[in-house]
């Protein structure tokens, strides 16, 4: 500690005018923002009590310069197990209570962002003011699934309307000037430093006024935490101990209420949960971005060829252009390629509608977009990505014809979903040039790419490969040949286990909710319908073979098909669409109902187990290396519950042995259940795939 306080007292000057007003400067002269510790909020914390508590001080004044941020989240966590951490958060509930009885005015002034334990220290203050465009606030650790605890709630929700302290606390959105003075997180704005002095000058003298009380308006707080039980949250131990401090807060005065957020804090930051989903979404997802910067840049990717304007092409286009990259988008026609094109401006538009696109960009990217039918345009590509439809013979005779027209340093890549990339290789002159890359509808939304070796694809190319989904500010996840290799893979799993469950005579909107309930962003059956069922179909015919499983879900679809009921776009599907009118849930009459009703938690399980147990095969094949790569990929590609941190990371919080216990309880449903015999051993060894953020697996 001794030492924090050395390093600190370093940085801050501190001042007093005539007048008794204290003024302290810290200035973090670094290009990259100071982590606040634990320890360094305690400390500042106590240093702003010294100084209020002097006898000739009348108010204080705080000017904070640079970028400010939470301390790592690793070390946070590991501290919060020592029995220290506890006595520590005792002391600083102390001192934040004894500085909201001091009845001293206080301000801090600011000028860049400041996010966790920074912005929760700004809180503290009577007035925050913030100086230019650039002094942001935000939780960011708050889309990680963590409280930033530290009286910031409390003080946030006097301040702030419920739902949108929520939305704060758990988006990890930073907050502009402008729109922080609007909502009164904020209580004053500058343009500039040039005027900082005229400020303190003009606001030097004290009064009462200038003190912050603290004060909850409960009309306002029922209507807020109405709004919010109304809505269909994702299921988090975030959203539930956020959603319980806001029910409690009515009737608590300031203590009382920081103590219940004191313990939601450390209950958060201990919890299992929260450690995973940091590891995946903090860590890993990071160390994923940083797998995409290794190229130098005289590797540099100038021309890229996208086979294929529908739907994939079209996004991937776009997201080449907008890098930077010319990019020729061909297709069998020019009214077709130019479709496609299209789509770019679109996007364009929509997003400077948003105000999250500059007007001047859009001619730029428009611009570096060739729509062509002409496969000589192709000529020079350092990547060509073939993204046409997902079919074997296809592929491959685009492929044919359009490799002699790829640098010879060049790679070829394979926009698939299923289709093993050895297999399509072979219609490439060099396998060690080609590669998968399987991007995510819609393009411009989705993050993820799975970048697919095969087993001659060689180290230069998926350098090359990654550096260029780097380019394209994707995050990748890098996996091996296979069978609809990891993300479809589980997918296909996933809606084979709804429509299983379906055709136990589970009815279908048990099985829908039980989806949203286990944290799904949609359920099985209806994402079928936005697939559409013949291409699920098309899907099972490309596998080399279908287990029974598969071919009772496969027959079933067919017999759908023969109805009329092929998905969304044909109004009929799992659901019908009326138009103009809410979906409604179609009633199969094939279909029994079940004697005795499957309970909502084995509903979830299942579906959460189906996945997580065909990824463990997914490891134990060798189509995944680590089991960092199944969490990413199963939460950031096809929605595995967030609050999970991904299929591994569930694996671990439920404990191998619970796990195989409801694998096996489930065996009696299909072959999806089996368990190889590896995972039965990895049990009996007492394995866990993660101890904290450091992966076992070899």
């Avoid at 200035?27 to 508590?53: A, G, Q, W, Y």
């Avoid at 995050?475 to 996933?494: L, Q």
């Avoid at 098909?561 to 599907?573: A, D, F, L, P």
Wanted: aromatic share 10%.
């Amino acid at each position: 500690m001794s030492k924090i306080k050395e390093r600190i007292k370093e940085q801050i000057s501190v001042s007093k005018n005539a007048d008794g007003v204290y003024q302290l400067r810290w200035i973090n002269v670094r290009t990259s923002p100071h982590d606040l510790s634990i320890d360094e909020f305690k400390f500042c914390t106590e240093l702003l009590l010294s100084v209020l508590k002097k006898e000739d001080c009348t108010s204080l004044q705080l000017i904070l310069e640079g970028k400010f941020e939470n301390a790592d989240y690793a070390e946070l966590i590991d501290q919060s197990k020592n029995d220290s951490f506890i006595k520590k958060l005792d002391i600083i509930d102390g001192l934040i209570l004894e500085l909201s009885e001091i009845e001293k005015p206080t301000v801090v002034l600011f000028d860049k962002r400041c996010t966790g334990l920074a912005a929760a220290f700004l809180l503290l203050f009577d007035r925050r003011i913030a100086i230019g465009p650039k002094a942001k606030l935000g939780f960011p650790e708050g889309s990680l699934g963590m409280l930033t605890g530290n009286g910031s709630f409390t003080k946030l929700i006097s301040i702030l309307k419920p739902e949108y302290c929520y939305d704060l606390l758990t988006s990890g959105k930073l907050i502009k000037p402008e729109e922080a003075e609007k909502v009164g997180l904020i209580n004053g704005r500058i343009s500039s430093w040039d005027q900082v002095q005229n400020w303190l000058a003009e606001n030097s003298e004290v009064n009462q006024q200038d003190k912050f009380k603290w004060k909850i308006d409960n009309a306002v707080l029922q209507e807020g935490t109405d709004i919010l039980n109304s809505k269909s949250l994702k299921p988090s131990l975030m959203t539930e101990v956020l959603l319980g401090l806001l029910n409690a807060s009515a009737g608590l005065n300031f203590k009382e209420l920081l103590e219940r957020e004191h313990l939601a804090y450390y209950g958060i930051l201990t919890a299992k949960e929260t450690t995973a989903r940091v590891r995946t979404f903090h860590y890993a997802i990071q160390e994923a971005i940083d797998s995409t910067e290794d190229l130098e840049e005289e590797d540099s990717i100038s021309k890229v060829g996208v086979i294929g304007a529908g739907m994939m092409g079209s996004g991937i286009a776009y997201e080449v252009a907008k890098a930077g990259i010319d990019v020729v988008l061909k297709d069998v026609d020019l009214q077709s390629a130019e479709k496609g094109r299209a789509y770019s401006e679109k996007v364009c538009n929509k997003l400077i509608e948003l105000a999250k696109m500059k007007e001047e960009d859009k001619p730029k990217i428009m611009e570096r977009i060739l729509a062509t039918e002409e496969l000589e345009d192709l000529d020079g590509c350092e990547i060509i990505v073939e993204a046409v439809f997902e079919d074997k013979r296809l592929k491959s005779d685009v492929i044919k014809e359009s490799k002699g027209y790829l640098q010879l340093s060049g790679i070829y890549a394979s926009n698939t979903t299923s289709l093993p990339i050895g297999k399509l290789a072979k219609n490439f002159d060099d396998p060690s040039r080609f590669i998968g890359l399987h991007f995510f509808s819609p393009v411009d939304r989705m993050a993820l790419v799975e970048v697919i070796c095969g087993k001659e694809t060689s180290d230069i190319t998926l350098e090359k490969a990654l550096h260029f989904v780097g380019k394209l500010k994707k995050i990748p996840i890098v996996v091996n040949d296979g069978n609809a290799f990891f993300t479809s893979r589980i997918f296909f799993y996933y809606l084979l286990e709804g429509i299983t469950m379906l055709l136990e005579g589970i009815p279908m909107e048990r099985i829908e909710i039980g989806a949203k309930n286990a944290g799904f962003a949609v359920g099985p059956l209806a994402v079928l319908d936005e697939i559409s069922l013949p291409l699920m179909v098309h899907v099972y015919e490309q596998l080399p073979e279908m287990s029974y499983s598969q071919k009772r879900v496969y027959n079933y679809l067919q017999r759908m098909i023969k109805k009329g009921r092929t998905g969304r776009k044909s109004s009929r599907g799992f659901y019908d669409y009326p138009d103009d009118k809410p979906k409604k849930y179609y009633k199969d009459r094939e279909l029994t109902k079940l004697d005795t009703q499957i309970s909502d938690k084995d509903i979830q399980d299942r579906l959460l187990g189906v996945m997580a147990l065909d990824s463990y095969r997914c490891l134990e094949e060798g189509v995944l290396n680590y089991p960092e790569d199944g969490d990413v990929g199963s939460v950031l590609g096809i929605g595995f519950p967030a609050q999970t941190g991904g299929v591994f990371s569930y694996i671990d919080n439920i404990g191998l042995d619970e796990f195989i216990k409801n694998c096996e309880s489930f065996s009696q449903y299909g072959d999806e259940w089996e368990i190889p015999e590896s995972l039965k051993k990895l049990r009996d060894e007492g394995f866990t795939f993660y101890d904290g953020f450091i992966s076992h697996w070899p």
